[in-house]
């Protein structure tokens, strides 16, 4: 009988430790846990895609990309800009391969800012002349005589594949201006400064300019592969004789780059695809 007592309390001691368990012991682990945790300092690697990360370009890379993006436009740039354009670029309202737009979100914080492409583009045209790009002086961009807009150049099915161009174009208020030594249009890289298309009018003709030194100096400037000739020089490809065709880059990613010159206006001009 004593022994059956025994066992009963033991039972029910057992019962109540097992109930005080379940309803403290979550708790008290989780104290112990959080103390191993809290107030430590512990490094663990994460994936993060694509956060806080922008796709950088080589010059070869951006220069192939503006290319395709110019020679994509199929309607004037009033239009095309109205019909894609509201407030903010949007990639579904994009269409084609590759699109060339006014980016209306202004550039960022590494690039250059509208008050800026003035000095930068002028600071480029120094440096053209002094790399025996551009045969002659040209006169200073002035925001008082030229216009610039931001472009964005987008690969649409690879959106993180894009370039951010000032053009930087002699005001069309200006009709009557003396476009002599005068950089009529030029678009030029919004981070680096770097100009890859320029029309500009020189008083040094054709004859007088060593055009694979000046292509030469020019590709080296951006930091591009090295120029070679290009072969099929179709004289209907332009509205001039005067020209002479180059190509960059290696297979598909290559890009041809023309020099061409207007006798009579004398303009001088260097342009990429088109």
Known sequence: MMHSKRNMFVLIIIAVLVVLGSLW??????????????????????????????????????????????????????????AIYQNNLNYEELSGTYAFVVNKQGPSEQEITE????????????????????????????????????????????????VSVWKVSLSTDKKNAD????MLDAYVDAQTGKIYEIYVRTNTTWDEMDKDQMINAWATDLELPAPTPYESENPLLENTPYFAKYR??????NTVVTWGFYEGINELYLKISR
């Open 248 to 253: 960059i880059g290696e297979g598909d990613a």
């Open 115 to 162: 008050a800026d492409i003035y000095e930068a583009c002028n600071n480029q045209l120094k440096e053209m002349q002094n790399l025996g790009i551009l045969p002659d002086a040209v006169k200073e961009v002035t925001d008082s005589a030229y216009d610039a807009v931001l472009y964005s150049a987008i690969d649409v099915l690879e959106p993180r594949n894009n």
């Open 25 to 82: 012991g979550p708790e008290v682990i989780a104290g112990y846990q959080d103390e191993s945790f809290l107030n430590q300092v512990k490094e663990i690697q994460t994936e993060r895609s694509g956060e806080g990360y922008r796709y950088i370009m080589s010059s070869n890379e951006k220069l192939y990309l503006l290319a395709k993006c110019l020679i994509s436009q199929s309607q004037p740039e009033s239009d095309r800009n109205a």
């Open 179 to 182: 476009k002599s030594g005068r």
